[in-house]
């Protein structure tokens, strides 16, 4: 079974910066793609970023210059750099994922960690 996790959310101060973990664990074979969705109390989930296998990294505009999205791939982990923050990325944030299990040849599922919450307040 494949998991996702994520840490590194809290309470911010506005401007202040946070760098969220998203680590996977479990039978995977490999990891196609892996982004970053935030949802926000009333709002729809929505793409913050998105980096393929060959390492091609999207931003959504209302984060470019804000955040930054990496990878380890030894560790299986994805990381979200976020810098200026502000009160409107307050949100849930999410990690997902499309892998492909290992004995799944090559299909890939998306997977989803269960949030971290991140509150830019003064």
């Known amino acids: 079974q494949v998991q996702l996790v994520e840490s590194g959310g809290g309470l911010v101060q506005p401007g202040g910066s946070l760098t969220l973990s998203c680590v996977g664990s479990?039978?995977?074979?490999?990891?196609?793609?892996a982004a970053w969705y935030r949802q926000a109390p009333g709002q729809q989930r929505e793409l913050v970023a998105l980096?393929?296998?060959?390492?091609?990294?999207n931003y959504a505009d209302f984060v470019k210059g804000r955040f930054t999205m990496s990878s380890d791939n030894a560790k299986n982990t994805v990381y979200l750099q976020m810098s200026n923050l502000k009160p409107e990325d307050t949100a849930v944030y999410y990690c997902?994922?499309?892998?492909?299990?290992?004995?799944?040849?090559?299909?890939?599922?998306?997977?989803w960690g269960r949030g971290t919450q991140v509150t830019v307040s003064s």
């Open positions: 479990g039978s995977i074979s490999s990891v196609q793609s």
């Open positions: 997902n994922a499309m892998i492909v299990p290992l004995g799944a040849q090559t299909t890939a599922y998306s997977y």
């Open positions: 980096i393929t296998v060959r390492g091609y990294i």
